[in-house]
């Protein structure tokens, strides 16, 4: 079974550069979450889609992020313009849905430094 | 929110078994225990669920007393490989910003 699939692995912009991420989730899976991972912390919620609406977006910084999962499958997480403290591992997480038992498959994610 | 509170880090040696508390006193009747595992740039990995008494599967085992205001993840036999940040989650995914993952636990393993 394939995993969740996300690009790029690595990239590098300056402050006020926009960027974008790229997510493939488990084929399937209806739900899809984007996570922020900041170093020495646990991973922390920016937005839940169920299948192509927004479940729970109260974390996302919306002057800056956006993200969107056209057609209930892919998603991409943009963030424009960029700042210092973005520099970050984003993940991709995607799951059933199924609430008897809630498991959550993570991308790799994306590596984020902006300079 | 369900807060959680487990060890910041923990050593111990192959072979052993491990055993990380995480406390989470304000659970609610609704609330599902899980445990993730992550890696160094790797995304976090499902280990365990469970709601309460006990629930084992092929790699952990998760001990829950009856009060719910505990757990226990239990791993048997540890390797050199099972060193990793072990979160314990609790909560309702139907609203994941409401389930916060924490530091978790850095376990170090040693030959």
């Known amino acids: 079974e394939a995993g969740v699939a996300q690009s790029p692995r690595y990239k590098i912009i300056e402050k006020r550069q926009s960027v974008a991420f790229w997510c493939n989730p488990i084929?399937?899976?209806?739900?899809l979450y984007w996570y922020q991972q900041i170093l020495g912390q646990g991973p922390k919620l920016l937005i839940q889609?169920?299948?192509?609406?927004?479940?729970?977006d109260s974390q996302l910084p919306k002057d800056r992020f956006s993200a969107e999962r056209l057609k209930g499958v892919d998603s991409t997480l943009k963030i424009q313009p960029a700042k210092l403290e973005d520099s970050a591992v984003y993940l991709c997480?995607?799951?059933?849905?199924?609430?008897?038992?809630?498991?959550?498959?993570f991308g790799s994610g994306t590596q984020l430094s902006v300079l | 929110l369900a807060k959680t509170t487990q060890p910041i880090s923990m050593d111990s040696y192959e072979g052993q078994e491990v055993n990380i508390t995480c406390s989470h006193n304000?659970?609610?009747?609704?609330?599902?225990i899980t445990w993730y595992q992550q890696f160094p740039s790797q995304g976090p990995r499902f280990i365990i669920q469970?709601?309460?008494t006990k629930v084992t599967n092929e790699v952990a085992s998760l001990f829950i007393p009856a009060d719910r205001k505990s757990s226990t993840l239990s791993l048997p036999r540890v390797s050199l490989s099972d060193t990793a940040v072990y979160y314990c989650?609790?909560?309702?995914?139907?609203?994941?910003?409401?389930?916060?993952f924490g530091s978790g636990t850095r376990l170090s393993i040693r030959p």
């Open positions: 997480a995607s799951s059933l849905g199924d609430r008897d038992e809630e498991k959550l498959f």
């Open positions: 084929s399937g899976h209806a739900t």
């Open positions: 889609f169920q299948n192509n609406g927004v479940v729970d």
């Open positions: 304000n659970i609610a009747t609704n609330d599902y």
């Open positions: 469970g709601y309460k």
């Open positions: 989650l609790v909560g309702d995914f139907s609203s994941a910003s409401k389930i916060i």
